[in-house]
């Protein structure tokens, strides 16, 4: 679908240099005393996250990627495979640990991904916002009658470390914002 520039927003996904880009910040539109309108563009490459400054003529035509999301349930890993279940189809989907290293640290049995498609392939699989993690390892924390409250480091049942309070114990279940890995509740 072809969209003028002025219409670029943040989050939309366009095609551009054969490539395909999401706008990572709101486009800066801007009039200069001199010449025509143009719209100061700050995006990301989608295949290797290289970010672009690119600067459009206000009406130029761009084209915008239709991208459709799909529910991938995560199955089960196998060397350097990851085997999800489309929800849509019923179909397993395999990928390569490699081509998905920002998801590796929450597979856990039965988590619910989003992928991102385009053009029947696989560009983009996204975590749930929030996990559930149980805590594998901690320290054993005592906390005096004057301290104020603190954090500890805690490895989860996937080795992943995260900061927690100090009541939070071996074994407990916590969950966890998975864009920047903060603890949230304990449950």
């Keep these: 679908m072809k969209i003028i520039a002025n219409d670029l927003r943040l989050g939309h996904i366009i095609e551009f240099q054969n ?3 999401s706008i990572s910040k709101n486009p800066e539109h801007i009039k200069p005393g001199k010449g025509g ?3 100061q563009v700050e995006m990301k490459n989608l295949y290797d996250m ?8 206000s009406h ?4 915008r990627a239709y991208i459709e999301e799909r529910k991938l349930q995560y199955l089960y890993d196998l060397d350097d495979n990851i085997t999800f279940l489309d929800n849509s189809n019923l179909e397993e989907v395999i990928l390569k640990k490699h081509s998905s290293k920002n998801i590796v640290k929450f597979l856990l049995p039965n988590i619910i991904f ?9 560009i983009d699989i996204i975590p749930p916002i929030n996990i ?8 054993i924390y005592m906390k005096s009658f004057r301290e104020s409250p603190s954090y500890k480091i805690a490895i989860t049942e ?3 470390k995260i900061m927690v309070p100090s009541y939070i114990n071996v074994g407990d279940k916590v969950s966890v914002n998975t864009e920047d890995m903060k603890f949230i509740e304990k449950l």
């Design 50 to 57: 290289k970010k672009l400054n690119h600067r459009f003529n």
């Design 60 to 63: 130029h035509s761009i084209d």
């Design 37 to 39: 309108a143009y719209v």
């Design 132 to 139: 559930i993690f149980t805590i594998k390892e901690t320290e």
């Design 158 to 160: 996937n080795d992943v």
């Design 19 to 21: 490539s395909l880009w």
């Design 114 to 122: 989003t992928a991102r498609v385009f053009e029947n392939k696989i």
